[in-house]
T-cell receptor, first 115, second 114 residues
């Protein structure tokens, strides 16, 4: 079964520092990978997604992610974080073989940005 | 407009009450989803409607009853809930039900069962 693993439950970082949030996936077939962000008391918002093609995916708010098939990873990066980036970040994989979309989420990584 | 709206924002109910959650989107999306999210956990899929038909029911207890009256509206009827059903209930929609779709999430309804 397809799944994603987010090893870091919490990542503390100082404002304007770079950050990487890790995500590893398990799949033997083509994968569609997503990063969603959830700000406090809000729903989820798509940051970026990988479907095919270029392995470097650029998203909103200055985030980007790199799809690495050999390492089965899809890590999220930002070169300089802001206080407002403090949120929960979920990596997800789309599963299903009959045309429906079912997202399987990782356990989430809480990004804490401090001044 | 990429907005999914959910009402109410907060709901407190007793175990014998009947209540409903409402979700609406006007993006022309044909797939709609209900998720349950407990504190500090990822969302868990409950139901998927595709073209107004129930496509997925993730073995959800019958005290949760979904309804899709039309392509823009999704309801979740609640009856005889348990305190452990207290959670954030998220609605989402996507253009179709394809693996590559983007799901757009509403802000959620925070449900407390007393």
């Amino acid at each position: 079964a397809q799944s994603v693993t987010q090893l870091d439950s919490q990542v503390p970082v100082f404002e304007e520092a770079p950050v990487e949030l890790r995500c590893n996936y398990s799949s033997s077939v083509s994968v569609y990978l997503f990063w969603y962000v959830q700000y406090p008391n809000q729903g989820l918002q798509l940051l970026l997604k990988y479907l095919s093609g270029s392995t470097l995916v650029k998203g909103i708010n200055g985030f980007e992610a790199e799809f690495n098939k050999s390492q089965t990873s899809f890590h999220l990066r930002k070169p300089s974080v802001h206080i407002s980036d403090t949120a929960e970040y979920f990596c997800a994989v789309s599963v299903g073989n009959t045309g429906f979309q079912k997202l399987v989420f990782g356990t989430g990584t809480r990004l804490l940005v401090s001044p | 407009d990429t907005e999914v709206t959910q009402t109410p924002k907060h709901l407190v109910m007793g175990m014998t009450n009947k209540k409903s959650l409402k979700c609406e989107q006007h993006m022309g999306h044909r797939a709609m989803y209900w998720y349950k999210q407990k504190a500090k956990k990822p969302p868990e899929l409950m139901f998927v409607y595709s073209y107004e038909k129930l496509s997925i029911n993730e073995s959800v207890p019958s005290r949760f009853s979904p309804e899709c009256p039309n392509s823009s509206l999704l309801n979740l009827h609640l009856h005889a809930l348990q305190p452990e059903d207290s959670a954030l209930y998220l609605c989402a929609s996507s253009q179709g039900d394809y693996q590559a779709d983007t799901q757009y999430f509403g802000p959620g309804t925070r449900l407390t069962v007393l």
